[in-house]
């Protein structure tokens, strides 16, 4: 079946450094991969998506790109900001299963002025 | 953007009550909704589909006679967990999408259910 490991957390970063967060998927088929985000009493948003191959999404100032050779859709945002502190959710929408989301388990990242 | 709204965002029963949480799609129609659990430090776990006017659909080991799902209008869905156990208690959230030929799912902010 399909899974998502993302990296574990929390992250804790100064403002202005440079941020990874790991995401690797198992899948059948073409997967879609999305990466979501949930500030502090708000439910998720979609941050971005990539929906094929070497695809790279952007939003805000993070990118992902789809890396199917390496079955991985990281997340990196080059300056952080303290407005970033939030909980990352990385995803996928398997080809065979329109509609439902697999996600990991989320990463905390918390940015310190 | 479009906003889902959850009700309430957390409650407190007892064992062996039943619990009703609200999922509402405030600013268009949601034609699926779907329900997670989250444990802590876990990720959302999908329990089930609905479509509007249907019977939902639940994922494997969901109990449906425990989780009553009804999504009568294009705007309301509501889980009810029936008899409570403290072993419910978890993190509830539901999320919308509007047709069938798009992706994108709106999510509610959650609903924190504790069973004494």
């Known amino acids: 079946g399909n899974s998502v490991t993302q990296m574990e957390g929390p992250v804790t970063l100064s403002e202005e450094a440079f941020l990874t967060i790991n995401c690797t998927y198992t899948?059948?088929?073409?997967?879609?991969l999305f990466w979501y985000v949930q500030y502090p009493g708000e439910g998720l948003q979609l941050l971005l998506k990539a929906t094929k191959a070497d695809d790279k999404g952007s939003n805000k100032g993070f990118e992902a790109t789809y890396r199917k050779e390496t079955t991985s859709f990281h997340l990196e945002k080059g300056s952080v900001q303290v407005s970033d502190s939030a909980v990352y959710f990385c995803?996928?929408?398997?080809?065979?299963?329109?509609?439902?989301?697999?996600f990991g388990q989320g990463t905390i990242l918390t940015v310190h002025p | 953007g479009a906003v889902v709204s959850q009700h309430p965002s957390w409650v407190i029963c007892k064992s062996g009550t039943s619990v009703k949480i609200e999922c509402r799609s405030l600013d268009f129609q949601a034609t699926t909704m779907f329900w997670y659990r989250q444990f802590p430090k876990q990720s959302l776990m999908l329990m089930a589909t609905?479509?509007?006017?249907?019977?939902?659909?639940?994922e494997q080991g969901v109990e449906k006679d425990k989780f009553l799902i009804n999504h009568a209008s294009l705007t309301l869905s509501t889980l009810t967990v029936t008899s409570a156990h403290p072993e419910d208690s978890s993190f509830y959230i539901c999320?919308?999408?509007?047709?069938?030929?798009?992706?994108?799912?709106?999510f509610g902010p959650g609903t924190r259910l504790t069973v004494t």
């Open positions: 609905s479509n509007e006017g249907s019977k939902a659909t639940y």
């Open positions: 995803a996928l929408r398997g080809g065979t299963s329109y509609g439902k989301l697999t």
């Open positions: 899948a059948t088929g073409y997967p879609s």
């Open positions: 999320s919308a999408r509007v047709g069938t030929a798009t992706y994108e799912q709106y």
